[in-house]
């Protein structure tokens, strides 16, 4: 149990563009999803926790017309890059929880904009 | 706002041996401390998880003891072995219906 898929697992795409995440939990429902963001050996970043039906709160630093959050049902959490530049290249990662249960994660999202 | 520090960065044992990550947390009112296992390009994976209403929580070969005065608590991994390769995170909350706070992570590495 508690299944959280995370689409697409890799992009590759220009400078400029916009890419989007998907995160689902599969087998629960997901009334709180976070977003976070890793650098090679080192630590998770939390972005934004998202509750289902509320807007996103983000974390001191991220840009929230940057990364657009939505979390529409109690099983999807989107993620929107927006207008991509080589520094947002990153592994991001997903994670769901279901009240008073504990985070699991997706498989996250190695990003690279070239 | 919360901050939790993590020693060693990296710990390399033998297999068979024991392995004792350390992590501290500095908000008081935190009570939810879980640890994830990270295996290289893969997910997170809870492995345990302790609320501050218990001192230690065991579950075959790891266990985790906290310390709520000193505000630390610690991974214990017994008989280790080379499939226990991987970097363990601790974090803490107030609570799993709270946002975690990461440490920075342990690089374990079990030499056969």
Known sequence: ?114 | GENVEQHPSTLSVQEGDSAVIKCTYSDSASNYFPWYKQELGKRPQLIIDIRSNVGEKKDQRIAVTLNKTAKHFSLHITETQPEDSAVYFCAASKGSNYKLTFGKGTLLTVNP
């Open chain 1, 1 to 114: 149990g508690a299944v959280v898929s995370q689409h697409p697992s890799w992009v590759i795409c220009k400078s400029g563009t916009s890419v989007k995440i998907e995160c689902r939990s599969l087998d629960f429902q997901a009334t709180t999803m976070f977003w976070y963001r890793q650098f090679p050996k080192q630590s998770l970043m939390l972005m934004a926790t998202s509750n289902e039906g509320s807007k996103a709160t983000y974390e001191q630093g991220v840009e929230k017309d940057k990364f657009l959050i939505n979390h529409a049902s109690l099983t999807l959490s989107t993620l929107t890059v927006t207008s991509a530049h080589p520094e947002d290249s990153s592994f991001y990662i997903c994670s769901a929880r279901a009240i008073g249960q504990p985070q699991h994660f997706g498989d996250g999202t190695r990003l690279s904009i070239l």
